[in-house]
């Protein structure tokens, strides 16, 4: 005992280190950002998702030949579909494959060729488990929903309550951004929730780093949600119900109409169970099927379906951490998008606005931290609008096709 205890501490570090028996069901994990980067690298990502178009697998290679003679133009969409469609007859790789002994596998995930299919697992999820007994009794329950809030220990008490709106079919996991991770404990939940602790960081960082595709598969829906949500009027199984009745791959709750609502989609409707367009101020939609009249919802508290958030995850910008944006862009990740995203009127929440992440920032030449923030923001918005149209033009270039018009509101 006194030995696996020890080679326990070495291996698994200080991050899951158990100091009571009765304890072990918590983990916090700490963040390692380097280990888990090396493991995406390891990852593969077959099949870039690229737009949401019909290219046929004829197109794609021929793609890829014309991306090769563009001029520097060449963007990473462009370089994943030729690397997946390499003629290797003249590799390395193919010396294995003449080798009987040895085992090269094409059809495992990139980088794991040389591994027996049988123990190749290129997917995971959020269960805890016990250091003791058998693995395949481990687990009393695996959750199908996964939510995850992005909180300071201030805002302990708000994110209480809205966890309590969550069955025990969800697997709860927590951001903390103010690393005050451990004294969550004071919650009954907290030693069945996930904490990642990384100092004044923002959801979409999270979410980037934390809930990969691969790692988030066994969940059904994804609830990636801030911490400032008023969850009086909201029920989790009885929204996802409602997300299921009506094909919602991408939804948020209603938002009571108070004070500050700025977009007219996201506002609660009396007496609808969902609503999936709406109207503007005029001039605002140039077409009622595309954001913001239609396909379309906020970043706030957004729950994506398992297929959709694979997109989504591929559309995130690992710089581009506020995520601003990315609600105008949430449409090229499923189809119709107009039917496939909405909002449910009948279990609603309300935004309370309480500035926190903001206050996380950095004074400068005498500006306050927010403003800062805010400014990045836009300035964010401006950049992923900029790269999205940038690599959607250099797709309809090498494919030698006419984009359609874009319409992107400001
Ligand atoms: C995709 O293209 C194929 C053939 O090019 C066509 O038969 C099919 O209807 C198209 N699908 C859509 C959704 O446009
Ligand atoms: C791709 O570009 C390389 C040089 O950059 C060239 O030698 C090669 O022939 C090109 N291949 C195709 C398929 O265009
Ligand atoms: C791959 O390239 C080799 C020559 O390098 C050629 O003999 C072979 O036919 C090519 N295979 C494919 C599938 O293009
Ligand atoms: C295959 O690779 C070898 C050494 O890298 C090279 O000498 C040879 O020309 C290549 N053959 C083809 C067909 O590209
Ligand atoms: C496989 O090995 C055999 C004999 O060892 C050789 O004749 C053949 O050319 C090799 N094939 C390839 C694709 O390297
Ligand atoms: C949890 O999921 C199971 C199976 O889908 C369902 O029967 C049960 O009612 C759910 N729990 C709650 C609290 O809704």
């Keep these: ?106 059809s495992n995930p990139k980088g794991a060729e040389r591994l027996p299919p049988g123990i190749v697992a290129s997917e995971s999820d959020f269960y805890l488990r016990r250091l003791w007994g058998e693995p395949s009794e481990d687990l009393i329950s695996k959750p199908k929903y ?131 367009q709406t109207e503007e101020k005029p001039g605002w939609c140039s077409d009622p099927r595309l954001p913001p009249c239609s396909a379309f919802i906020e970043i706030m508290a957004p729950v994506f379906s398992r297929e959709a958030w694979r997109c989504v995850w591929h559309m995130i910008q690992n710089d581009l951490v506020h995520g601003w944006g990315l609600d105008f862009a949430l449409q090229k990740c499923v189809e119709p998008a107009h039917e496939k995203i909405g909002v449910v009127d009948a279990q609603w929440i309300v935004h309370q606005s309480v500035p926190s992440l903001g206050n996380q920032g950095q004074a400068d030449h005498g500006k306050a931290p927010w403003q800062g923030v805010r400014e990045r923001c836009r300035r964010e918005w401006k950049m992923f609008q900029t790269r999205m149209a940038d690599a959607e033009k250099s797709y309809y270039k090498a494919m030698g096709i006419d984009p359609p018009k874009f319409t992107f509101h400001h």
């Design 1 to 106: 005992m006194e030995a696996e205890t020890v080679h326990r501490k070495g291996f698994l570090g200080r991050s899951a280190m158990v100091n009571k028996p009765n304890e072990t069901m918590r983990i916090i994990v700490t963040v390692f950002v380097g280990i888990i980067f090396g493991f995406f690298i390891g990852k593969s990502f077959p099949a870039l998702p690229l737009l949401k178009l019909n290219i046929t697998s004829t197109l794609i290679h021929d793609f890829s030949v014309a991306g090769n003679k563009s001029t520097g133009g060449s963007t990473q969409s462009i370089d994943a579909s030729s690397s997946s469609n390499n003629n290797r007859s003249n590799s390395t790789e193919n010396q294995n494959v003449n080798d009987s002994s040895k085992i090269w596998v094409p």
């Design 146 to 276: 996964l939510v995850t809030f992005t909180v300071g220990y201030d805002q302990r008490n708000n994110i209480d309550a809205a966890v309590k709106k969550f069955s025990e079919n969800f697997t709860i996991v927590l951001f903390h951004y103010d690393g005050r991770a451990s004294e969550w404990d004071e919650f009954e939940w907290s030693y069945r929730a996930i904490h990642v602790s990384a100092k004044k960081q923002t959801k979409w960082w999270y979410a980037k780093r934390f809930l990969h595709p691969d790692i988030v598969a066994p969940y059904d829906f994804i609830f990636i949600w801030d911490e400032d949500l008023g969850v009086e009027h909201f029920d989790a199984e009885e929204f996802i119900k409602l997300v299921r009745k009506h094909g919602l791959e991408i939804s948020q709750p209603g938002l009571e109409p108070s004070r500050g609502l700025t977009w007219q989609m996201t506002k609660r409707r009396d007496h609808h169970e969902v609503h999936k």
